[in-house]
Nanobody
Framework: QVRLVESGGGWVQPGDSLRLSCAAS????????MTWYRQVPGKERELVAA????????NYIRSVRDRFTIDRDNNKNMLYLQMDALKPEDTAVYYC???????????????WGQGTQVTVSS
């Protein structure tokens, strides 16, 4: 059974940092690209960052480039998102998801986690 379990969300002040983690099980983690999506109420899920199977290729949306870092540990079946210099507009539920590289749009995602809330507010 495929499972993706996010953790590490919470409430922080603008400028603070958070590190999200996603524990994967039930599939060969190293065979799949991984992504972080986020969603706010009333809006579609937004692809924030993606990482290839071996971690050599990464992509970010412009609004988080230079602030967020996606990483993975294939030995531990773990995906991470280091978020620095957080802004109120980063407030959302963050989801990890598996996909095939180049085919990571929301409708092509293979598996979703349950999400973790990140709130950035003073």
């Amino acid at each position: 059974q495929v499972r993706l379990v996010e953790s590490g969300g919470g409430w922080v002040q603008p400028g603070d940092s958070l590190r999200l983690s996603c524990a994967a099980s039930g599939f060969i983690f190293s065979d799949y690209s991984m992504t972080w999506y986020r969603q706010v109420p009333g809006k579609e899920r937004e692809l924030v960052a993606a990482i290839s199977t071996n971690g050599n290729s990464v992509n970010y949306i412009r609004s988080v480039r230079d602030r967020f870092t996606i990483d993975r540990d294939n030995n531990k079946n773990m995906l991470y998102l280091q978020m620095d210099a957080l802004k109120p507009e980063d407030t959302a539920v963050y989801y990890c998801a598996s996909c095939r590289w180049g085919d990571c749009s929301a409708d092509k995602v293979l598996s979703w986690g349950q999400g973790t809330q990140v709130t950035v507010s003073s």
